[in-house]
T-cell receptor
Framework: DAEITQSPRHKITETGRQVTLACHQT?????MFWYRQDLGHGLRLIHY???????NKGEVSDGYSVSRSNTEDLPLTLESAASSQTSVYFC?????????????FGPGTRLTVL | KQEVTQIPAALSVPEGENLVLNCSFT??????LQWFRQDPGKGLTSLLL?????REQTSGRLNASLDKSSGRSTLYIAASQPGDSATYLC???????????FGSGTRLQVQP
C-alpha cells in the first residue's frame, strides 16, 4: 500500500543546531506539504511543493527551508533550531492538477528544542 | 484569509449516543472539505472528503454534510463507541490553493 513515512519519529536537539526532518511518500503525488501542530494553533502550513524543484512558503516559514529533488521526498530543514520550533511536524501529499484531491498525512515527528 | 472554527472544543458522551460535531469556515470559495481523526500521539487519518458540489458523504456510522453558502459542515457519528474517542479535525481547501486550512479540532470522549 502507498504511504507517507517520516523520520525520525522523535528528535531532541539543542538551540542553534541544524536539524533535518525527512518525509518520503510512495503515492507518486506531485503535491507535498509540511505542517506544524501546536496546542492552541491547530495545524499550520510551513512549506509546500507542487513538483520537483518547486518550493513555496507557507504561513509560518521563517527559520525553515525545503528542497525537492525528486517526486518522493521533501525534507524539512531547521537552519538554526529555536525553542519556539518545538512542535509536532506532519508531512502530507496529494495528487496534482486537481483541487479536489484528498490529502494524506504521515505519522508525524515530535521535535523538542532545548 | 480563511478561518476555520470547530465547536465544541471538547465533548464527552455516554456510549451509544448519536452526536454532531460542527465546523464553520469564513470563505465559501472552497474546493472541498475534509474531516480527519487524530488519536493521541498519532498522525491524521482521513475520514471523509466532501467536494464543494456535494451536500453530504457517508462512511459507515459517519455522515458529513456541507452547506457551502453558509460556511458550515457537520460530522454526524451514529451510535458512538469508546473506540470513537479521538480528536476530530475539519480542514478546507480554498479555491486556487492546494494546502489545507485547519480548525483546532473537537476532542471527543465516549464513556463506556
Amino acid at each position: 500500500d502507498a504511504e507517507i513515512t517520516q523520520s525520525p519519529r522523535h528528535k531532541i536537539t539543542e538551540t542553534g543546531r541544524q536539524v533535518t526532518l525527512a518525509c518520503h511518500q510512495t503515492w507518486n503525488h506531485n503535491n507535498m506539504f509540511w505542517y506544524r501542530q501546536d496546542l492552541g494553533h491547530g495545524l499550520r502550513l510551513i512549506h509546500y511543493s507542487y513538483g520537483v524543484h518547486d518550493t513555496n512558503k507557507g504561513e509560518v516559514s521563517d527559520g525553515y527551508s525545503v528542497s525537492r529533488s525528486n517526486t518522493e521526498d521533501l525534507p524539512l530543514t531547521l537552519e538554526s533550531a529555536a525553542s519556539s520550533q518545538t512542535s509536532v511536524y506532519f508531512c502530507a501529499s496529494s495528487e496534482s492538477g486537481s483541487g479536489y484531491s484528498e490529502q494524506f498525512f504521515g505519522p508525524g515527528t515530535r521535535l523538542t528544542v532545548l | 484569509k480563511q478561518e476555520v472554527t470547530q465547536i465544541p472544543a471538547a465533548l464527552s458522551v455516554p456510549e451509544g449516543e448519536n452526536l454532531v460535531l460542527n465546523c464553520s469556515f469564513t470563505d465559501s470559495a472552497i474546493y472541498n472539505l475534509q474531516w480527519f481523526r487524530q488519536d493521541p500521539g498519532k498522525g491524521l487519518t482521513s475520514l471523509l472528503l466532501i467536494q464543494s458540489s456535494q451536500r453530504e458523504q457517508t462512511s459507515g456510522r459517519l455522515n458529513a454534510s456541507l452547506d457551502k453558502s453558509s460556511g458550515r459542515s457537520t460530522l454526524y457519528i451514529a451510535a458512538s463507541q469508546p473506540g470513537d474517542s479521538a480528536t476530530y479535525l475539519c480542514a478546507v481547501k480554498d479555491t486556487g490553493r492546494r494546502a489545507l486550512t485547519f480548525g483546532s479540532g473537537t476532542r471527543l470522549q465516549v464513556q463506556p
